[in-house]
């Protein structure tokens, strides 16, 4: 069950603080004061968050905690929350747990009643959807893509019909490859933004059809480097009934061989589409001599 302050068995608290995601400017001042008065900081990198914490003047007992240890640490800093430490958790930059370690601590604090306290802050994520144009109230977050090529391709083929726009993280070394996914798998007209180094110098959101993005990246190096996020504009119900390439391809190929009224069923069934919105299509294109 998850624990509320009228419910809880221990005084220690676990505090959830975001860290800039370039910009040092970007911590509030109660993170800062948080991280400088608990007994503990529990850190994805104890190196990294050192240099945070020198250039804000904060000296404090630090503990690492990362994918490779967490269970074990874990274990460790829930007794020390027991006995009423206070302890702080910083991933290497943004909102911990988000994509960063952290999950299992913070089950662990649930199922014993240690009462958890999240800040707001940086989210890398958060801050590129916001400048995207994207977002209509809803919106897909899916970390990072995976790294293996058929498991990426699949995932994004799943996604095709997603209305809302999806968010992933995304390095340097695969943005090429993945955008190329995504005009084989979602659509090469389907717009994406890339929002690249936000906050830092070289902070750049562009934005374009996939192709025409894919095609301007592959220009000038410069222009993917650094960290980034992706975010794929949401499928649009077709007002028009313009459907997906791939969609009518199928259908156009099988009508060749099959009347209209099984080809469309059968082309709903291979790309799992509704089959109104086909047959809509074929309504209004009749006179199309391929239909
Ligand atoms: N917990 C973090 C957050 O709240 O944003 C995310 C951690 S995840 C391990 C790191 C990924 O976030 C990077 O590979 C990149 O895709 C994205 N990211 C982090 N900082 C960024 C920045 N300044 N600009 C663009 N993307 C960033």
Known sequence: MLRNKMNQNYIGILYIIPTPIGNLSDITHRALKILN??????????????????????????????????KKQSDHLINELKIGKKIALVSNAGTPIINDPGNLLIKKCHNCNIQVIPLPGPCAAITALSASGLMYGRFCYEGFLPSKKQIRRNLLYSLREETRPIIFYESKYRILESIQDIIEQIDENRHIVIAREITKKWESIYGAQAAVLLKWLKEEKNRYKGEMVIIIDGFKKSKNHNLDKKILDTFFMLRNFCTVKTSVFITAKIHNFNKNNLYQYVIKNKHDKKV
């Not at 968050?49 to 503990?63: A, D, G, R, S």
């Open 37 to 70: 008065t608990v007994n503990i900081i529990a850190a994805e990198n104890i190196q990294h968050t050192n240099l945070l914490l020198q250039h804000f003047n904060i000296k404090n007992f630090l503990i690492s905690l990362n994918k490779n240890n967490e």
